[in-house]
């Protein structure tokens, strides 16, 4: 079966500065991978994605890094704002199937 | 498009009641999965439907729980009967596979609360 983990529960960062979520999957067969973000008291919003053939991609502030060899995901955001303070989700899919695996989630804060 | 709607947003019941939770897919979207997510557990599958078919129902915790998918606008999530620890949030998430992504839309959930 699937697992997904998170590096850290909670992260806290300054206003402006950097911050990389980390996620680590089991499944060397996993193909498709996302990052979530969710808010308070709202469903979880596709911030990027990326597939098993890309080791990079990026959005706007956003960049994921993905390691098969290590099986190992990152989110990067760059210059951090309040509105980013939420909870981030890595999830992957597995041989082809669009079934979303979820990992524990890593609560980002943004120190003013 | 309005996205994911779920109805209620959210519901107190009592134990043993049945609860009914409802979604209406992202027109043209021809999966739809049920999640749940506490606390302890975080998001879990439920199960998810193709084309209205149910694909994968490992994820419902027991009997009690049931789901439909009578038309591809519309789907339940029933609890039969209902038990303090079914109180979570539950998340409706529609998609259409492309070539390129399987991107799942999510609702803005149902916050059941058992007592």
């Known amino acids: 079966g699937e697992s997904v983990g998170l590096h850290l529960p909670t992260l806290s960062v300054q206003e402006g500065d950097n911050s990389i979520i980390n996620c680590a999957y089991s499944?060397?067969?996993?193909?498709?991978f996302i990052w979530y973000k969710q808010e308070s008291g709202k469903g979880p919003q596709f911030i990027i994605d990326?597939?098993?053939?890309?080791d990079k991609r990026q959005g706007q502030r956003v960049t994921v890094l993905l390691n098969k060899t290590v099986k190992h995901l990152s989110l990067q955001i760059a210059a951090t704002q309040p509105g980013d303070s939420a909870v981030y989700f890595c999830?992957?899919?597995?041989?082809?199937?669009?079934?979303?695996?979820f990992g524990t989630g890593t609560q980002l804060k943004v120190e003013l | 498009d309005a996205g994911v709607i779920q109805s209620p947003r959210h519901e107190v019941t009592e134990m043993g009641q049945e609860v009914t939770l409802r979604c209406k897919p992202i027109?043209?979207?021809?999966?739809l999965f049920w999640y749940r997510q506490t606390m302890m557990r975080g998001l879990e599958l439920l199960i998810y439907?193709?084309?209205?078919?149910?694909?994968?129902d490992s994820g419902m915790p027991e009997d009690r729980f049931s789901a439909k998918m009578p038309n591809a606008s519309f789907s339940t999530l029933k609890i039969q009967p209902s038990e303090p620890r079914d109180s979570a949030v539950y998340f409706c998430?529609?998609?259409?596979?492309?070539?390129?992504?399987?991107?799942?839309?999510f609702g803005q959930g149902t916050r059941l609360t058992v007592v």
């Open positions: 998430a529609s998609s259409s596979r492309t070539d390129w992504n399987t991107e799942a839309f």
């Open positions: 499944n060397s067969a996993s193909d498709y």
């Open positions: 990326i597939r098993s053939n890309m």
């Open positions: 999830a992957v899919t597995t041989g082809g199937g669009n079934k979303l695996t």
């Open positions: 027109s043209g979207h021809n999966s």
């Open positions: 439907f193709n084309n209205n078919v149910p694909i994968d």
